[in-house]
Protein backbone atom coordinates (compact mmCIF):
# COMPACT_ATOMS: atom_id res chain seq x y z
CA UNK A 1 0.00 0.00 0.00
CA UNK A 2 2.96 2.42 1.01
CA UNK A 3 4.54 1.74 -2.28
CA UNK A 4 1.53 2.30 -4.46
CA UNK A 5 1.09 5.60 -2.37
CA UNK A 6 4.75 6.58 -3.11
CA UNK A 7 3.93 6.25 -6.86
CA UNK A 8 1.13 7.98 -6.92
CA UNK A 9 3.42 11.29 -5.37
CA UNK A 10 6.09 10.44 -8.05
CA UNK A 11 3.42 10.50 -11.01
CA UNK A 12 1.40 13.46 -9.52
CA UNK A 13 5.03 15.61 -9.12
CA UNK A 14 5.86 14.41 -11.97
CA UNK A 15 3.03 15.35 -14.53
CA UNK A 16 2.66 18.94 -12.37
CA UNK A 17 6.26 19.66 -13.22
CA UNK A 18 5.81 18.71 -16.81
CA UNK A 19 2.21 20.66 -17.16
CA UNK A 20 3.84 23.58 -15.76
CA UNK A 21 6.63 23.61 -18.36
CA UNK A 22 4.33 22.87 -21.41
CA UNK A 23 2.52 25.95 -19.94
CA UNK A 24 5.58 28.32 -19.72
CA UNK A 25 7.28 27.52 -23.11
CA UNK A 26 3.61 27.85 -24.34
CA UNK A 27 3.59 31.53 -23.44
CA UNK A 28 6.83 32.36 -23.96
CA UNK A 29 6.72 31.28 -27.70
CA UNK A 30 3.01 32.21 -28.24
CA UNK A 31 3.56 35.91 -29.52
CA UNK A 32 7.01 34.48 -31.97
CA UNK A 33 4.53 31.71 -33.15
CA UNK A 34 2.07 34.37 -33.83
CA UNK A 35 4.67 37.02 -35.64
CA UNK A 36 6.06 33.95 -37.64
CA UNK A 37 2.50 33.15 -38.84
CA UNK A 38 1.58 37.45 -39.62
CA UNK A 39 5.08 37.30 -41.55
CA UNK A 40 5.07 33.98 -43.50
CA UNK A 41 1.26 33.42 -44.01
CA UNK A 42 -0.68 36.22 -43.95
CA UNK A 43 1.60 39.16 -44.76
CA UNK A 44 2.10 37.55 -48.55
CA UNK A 45 -1.77 36.88 -49.19
CA UNK A 46 -2.68 41.05 -47.72
CA UNK A 47 -0.14 41.60 -50.40
CA UNK A 48 -1.22 39.85 -53.00
CA UNK A 49 -4.58 40.82 -52.32
CA UNK A 50 -4.17 44.60 -52.23
CA UNK A 51 -0.66 45.34 -54.14
CA UNK A 52 -0.91 48.64 -54.07
CA UNK A 53 -2.50 50.18 -51.09
CA UNK A 54 -0.86 53.55 -49.23
CA UNK A 55 -1.64 52.58 -46.08
CA UNK A 56 0.33 49.47 -44.29
CA UNK A 57 -2.05 46.71 -43.14
CA UNK A 58 -0.13 44.91 -41.11
CA UNK A 59 0.55 47.71 -38.89
CA UNK A 60 -2.94 49.11 -38.80
CA UNK A 61 -4.33 46.34 -38.02
CA UNK A 62 -7.04 45.69 -35.36
CA UNK A 63 -9.52 43.45 -33.98
CA UNK A 64 -12.95 43.11 -33.95
CA UNK A 65 -15.11 41.46 -31.76
CA UNK A 66 -19.05 40.46 -31.72
CA UNK A 67 -20.98 37.18 -31.43
CA UNK A 68 -18.96 34.51 -30.02
CA UNK A 69 -16.42 36.16 -33.16
CA UNK A 70 -13.37 37.79 -33.02
CA UNK A 71 -11.76 38.82 -35.77
CA UNK A 72 -8.67 40.29 -37.23
CA UNK A 73 -8.93 42.97 -39.51
CA UNK A 74 -6.42 44.53 -41.84
CA UNK A 75 -7.47 47.88 -43.11
CA UNK A 76 -6.56 48.95 -46.93
CA UNK A 77 -6.62 52.54 -48.56
CA UNK A 78 -6.98 51.67 -52.20
CA UNK A 79 -4.89 53.80 -54.70
CA UNK A 80 -8.50 55.51 -55.64
CA UNK A 81 -8.95 56.50 -52.18
CA UNK A 82 -11.24 53.97 -51.33
CA UNK A 83 -11.38 51.80 -48.49
CA UNK A 84 -11.61 47.95 -47.80
CA UNK A 85 -10.49 45.31 -45.52
CA UNK A 86 -9.30 41.69 -45.04
CA UNK A 87 -9.53 39.21 -42.78
CA UNK A 88 -9.17 35.34 -42.79
CA UNK A 89 -12.15 32.45 -42.21
CA UNK A 90 -11.25 28.65 -43.05
CA UNK A 91 -13.22 26.25 -44.61
CA UNK A 92 -12.80 22.17 -44.43
CA UNK A 93 -11.20 20.76 -47.00
CA UNK A 94 -9.17 17.40 -47.80
CA UNK A 95 -6.42 17.08 -45.29
CA UNK A 96 -7.85 19.80 -42.54
CA UNK A 97 -8.33 23.56 -42.25
CA UNK A 98 -8.02 25.56 -45.57
CA UNK A 99 -7.56 29.31 -44.76
CA UNK A 100 -8.61 32.28 -46.98
CA UNK A 101 -7.42 35.73 -47.04
CA UNK A 102 -10.84 37.56 -48.11
CA UNK A 103 -10.65 41.43 -48.72
CA UNK A 104 -13.85 43.19 -49.07
CA UNK A 105 -14.72 46.94 -50.33
CA UNK A 106 -16.48 48.92 -47.81
CA UNK A 107 -18.02 51.17 -50.34
CA UNK A 108 -19.17 48.83 -52.63
CA UNK A 109 -19.48 45.58 -50.76
CA UNK A 110 -17.43 43.50 -53.58
CA UNK A 111 -14.84 41.23 -53.08
CA UNK A 112 -10.84 43.03 -53.86
CA UNK A 113 -9.40 39.56 -54.04
CA UNK A 114 -8.73 36.61 -52.17
CA UNK A 115 -6.14 34.18 -51.05
CA UNK A 116 -5.23 30.86 -49.95
CA UNK A 117 -3.50 30.93 -46.55
CA UNK A 118 -2.71 27.72 -44.80
CA UNK A 119 -4.20 24.03 -46.29
CA UNK A 120 -2.67 20.61 -45.38
CA UNK A 121 -4.44 19.72 -48.88
CA UNK A 122 -2.66 17.20 -51.27
CA UNK A 123 0.38 18.62 -53.19
CA UNK A 124 -0.20 19.01 -56.62
CA UNK A 125 -4.02 18.34 -56.05
CA UNK A 126 -5.73 20.49 -53.82
CA UNK A 127 -2.60 22.61 -53.24
CA UNK A 128 -3.26 23.94 -56.50
CA UNK A 129 -5.42 26.85 -54.70
CA UNK A 130 -2.60 28.35 -53.10
CA UNK A 131 -0.30 28.21 -56.07
CA UNK A 132 -2.60 28.33 -59.22
CA UNK A 133 -4.52 31.90 -58.87
CA UNK A 134 -6.75 31.18 -61.97
CA UNK A 135 -9.28 29.48 -59.16
CA UNK A 136 -9.09 32.13 -56.71
CA UNK A 137 -9.29 34.96 -59.14
CA UNK A 138 -13.29 34.14 -59.52
CA UNK A 139 -13.89 35.58 -56.16
CA UNK A 140 -12.20 39.14 -57.12
CA UNK A 141 -14.83 41.52 -58.33
CA UNK A 142 -17.83 40.09 -57.03
CA UNK A 143 -20.39 41.20 -55.18
CA UNK A 144 -21.69 39.69 -51.80
CA UNK A 145 -25.10 38.60 -52.64
CA UNK A 146 -23.24 36.62 -54.87
CA UNK A 147 -23.97 32.61 -54.20
CA UNK A 148 -19.69 31.79 -53.31
CA UNK A 149 -20.47 27.24 -53.74
CA UNK A 150 -19.51 25.63 -56.33
CA UNK A 151 -21.11 24.98 -59.86
CA UNK A 152 -22.27 21.79 -59.03
CA UNK A 153 -24.06 23.32 -55.58
CA UNK A 154 -25.84 25.81 -57.64
CA UNK A 155 -23.04 28.28 -56.73
CA UNK A 156 -20.99 31.01 -59.25
CA UNK A 157 -17.30 29.43 -58.63
CA UNK A 158 -15.78 26.79 -61.12
CA UNK A 159 -14.29 24.23 -59.00
CA UNK A 160 -11.01 23.10 -60.06
CA UNK A 161 -10.65 19.84 -61.42
CA UNK A 162 -9.59 16.66 -58.93
CA UNK A 163 -9.74 19.09 -56.49
CA UNK A 164 -13.65 19.31 -55.67
CA UNK A 165 -13.07 19.06 -51.62
CA UNK A 166 -10.39 21.61 -51.69
CA UNK A 167 -12.66 23.70 -53.77
CA UNK A 168 -15.54 23.71 -52.02
CA UNK A 169 -13.43 24.39 -48.71
CA UNK A 170 -12.51 27.70 -50.45
CA UNK A 171 -16.22 28.43 -51.71
CA UNK A 172 -17.20 28.12 -47.64
CA UNK A 173 -14.68 30.07 -46.50
CA UNK A 174 -15.42 32.97 -49.04
CA UNK A 175 -18.80 31.93 -47.65
CA UNK A 176 -18.65 32.75 -43.97
CA UNK A 177 -16.28 35.89 -44.95
CA UNK A 178 -19.11 37.16 -46.38
CA UNK A 179 -21.75 36.47 -43.22
CA UNK A 180 -18.83 37.56 -40.56
CA UNK A 181 -18.18 40.73 -42.48
CA UNK A 182 -22.22 41.71 -43.01
CA UNK A 183 -22.18 40.68 -39.33
CA UNK A 184 -19.79 42.91 -38.27
CA UNK A 185 -19.60 45.84 -41.02
CA UNK A 186 -21.09 48.44 -38.36
CA UNK A 187 -18.29 47.75 -35.91
CA UNK A 188 -15.53 47.28 -38.55
CA UNK A 189 -16.36 50.96 -40.12
CA UNK A 190 -16.26 52.44 -36.89
CA UNK A 191 -12.97 51.13 -36.40
CA UNK A 192 -11.67 52.43 -39.27
CA UNK A 193 -9.19 55.33 -39.74
Do not use: C, W
Request: proline share 4%.
Amino acid sequence: MREMMNMIVVLTVLTTFSGGLLAAVKSKTEVQIENQVLKFQKAPAIKGIFPEVTNDPLAERFTVKGDNIELQVFPGKLPDGSKAVAFETKGSGFGGPVGLMVGIRLDTDSIVDVRVTTHSETPGIGSRAKENLSFVSQFSGKKLDTNFAVKADGGAIDAMSGATVTSKAVSLAATQAKEIYQKLKPEIVKQMK
